[in-house]
């Protein structure tokens, strides 16, 4: 059985032909209950059939376990060039958006979420409001970064004598893993409307590493994570507003 599936038909006739669990909406999507998945607080009983629920394994579901995707992470740092073995996880990984949601929650709102930060590795969910553009910044480590919800467009630059110039650009939909080495320099806009997430696996603190962003004159800076913030901040706003809605998520009246 395809779990879950977009499909609310689909999902019916799965469910009536003898499927585990118990259907549930959330946003919209069909899905199915597990004894344990956290279901944003829904329960069995939510859509009126009551099945007992099995867990996700016993079921067959593709899991996304925070722990164990770092510690497979980890695994891969002692490897030659761990970012292969690494881009492979996150291909993995974001091959299961559903799983992901599970695991973490639905991207409804721009940010990012640490999943885990050592000095050798950071883990983040990265949500993209739609319509954003983040300035150009470097990382001064490589990365992983893995689309499992809508798409972004980067857009690379390279350093010429005091300023950076556009070099070549790359849009990235879900499905898919780039890796962006220790010398990329990249902004990343949000070519949808739609929110966008991913997951970024980096080879080092990126909180904690001094890098660069430049500003829109072309001035590079020291990176600020508090001006990713508020970009953020700023475009789930626009989006908020486009929408009708409140910042809060409920309708305007
Ligand atoms: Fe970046």
């Given at each position: 059985m395809a779990v879950p599936t977009r499909d609310r038909a689909a999902a019916l006739d799965a469910f009536v032909a003898g499927g585990a669990g118990s259907l549930l909406w959330m946003n919209?999507?069909?899905r199915l209950a597990f004894a344990d998945t956290p279901n944003g607080g829904a329960t069995r009983g939510?859509?009126?059939?009551?099945?007992?629920?099995?867990?996700?394994?016993?079921a067959g579901v593709v899991v996304f376990d925070v722990d164990s995707f770092v510690s497979e992470c980890r695994a891969s740092l002692g490897e030659r060039r761990p970012q292969l073995a690494i881009r492979e996880l996150v291909e993995r990984a974001v091959a299961a958006p559903g799983a992901i949601d599970?695991?973490?929650g639905g991207p409804t709102k721009?940010?990012?979420?640490?999943?885990?930060r050592s000095p050798e590795l950071t883990v983040l969910q990265f949500v993209w409001p739609p319509a954003v553009v983040l300035f150009p910044h470097d990382h001064r480590m490589w990365a992983a970064i893995g689309i499992y919800g809508?798409?972004?467009d980067n857009t690379f630059y390279r350093r010429v004598p005091d300023r950076i110039e556009v070099s070549g650009g790359k849009r990235l939909e879900?499905?898919?893993?780039?890796?962006?080495?220790?010398?990329?320099i990249h902004s990343v806009s949000n070519p949808h409307r739609q929110y966008t997430a991913a997951i970024h696996v980096y080879g080092g603190d990126y909180f904690g590493t001094p890098r660069s962003q430049w500003?829109?004159?072309g001035n590079e800076e020291p990176f600020d994570v508090e001006a990713v913030r508020r970009t953020l901040a700023e475009a789930d706003a626009r989006a908020a507003e486009a929408d009708g809605r409140s910042e809060s998520g409920s309708v305007a009246p």
């Open positions: 919209s999507h069909p939510d859509f009126g059939i009551g099945l007992e629920c099995p867990t996700r394994a016993e599970d695991a973490i721009g940010g990012f979420q640490t999943l885990h809508g798409g972004e879900a499905g898919d893993v780039a890796l962006l080495g220790t010398e990329t500003d829109s004159s």
